[in-house]
């Protein structure tokens, strides 16, 4: 059974910083590309960065210049920095990544975990 476990969220006041965490673990044979998605109240959700196995980053306009994805590959964990927070990113915060087991490869999600900016 593979998890992915989210945490780093939190309550913070606009211009400060958070760092999510997410960790897959379980029978995994390789993780490919990972990435951060958030739904706001009242809005879809929508992706905020993506980092594949190799290559580079790719990030939603609105978070350009302040968020940053990364990952350290050998404990199956994706990192979103989040600089110079504004009251639009309050949001729930979701892990995805695509992962191989020895029976398939597919996405799977995080519980999510809440970010709220105050102004």
């Known amino acids: 059974q593979v998890q992915l476990v989210e945490s780093g969220g939190g309550l913070v006041q606009a211009g400060g910083s958070l760092r999510l965490s997410c960790t897959a673990s379980g029978r995994i044979l390789s993780v490919g590309a990972m990435g951060w998605y958030r739904r706001a109240p009242g809005k879809q959700r929508e992706l905020v960065a993506v980092i594949p196995s190799g290559g580079s980053t790719d990030s939603a306009d609105s978070v350009k210049g302040r968020f940053t994805i990364s990952r350290d590959n050998a404990k199956n964990t994706v990192y979103l920095q989040m600089n110079n927070l504004k009251p639009e990113d309050t949001a729930v915060y979701y892990c995805?990544?695509?992962?191989?087991?020895?029976?398939?490869?597919?996405?799977?999600w995080g519980q999510g975990t809440q970010v709220t900016v105050s102004s």
């Open positions: 995805n990544a695509r992962i191989t087991t020895f029976a398939r490869s597919q996405d799977y």
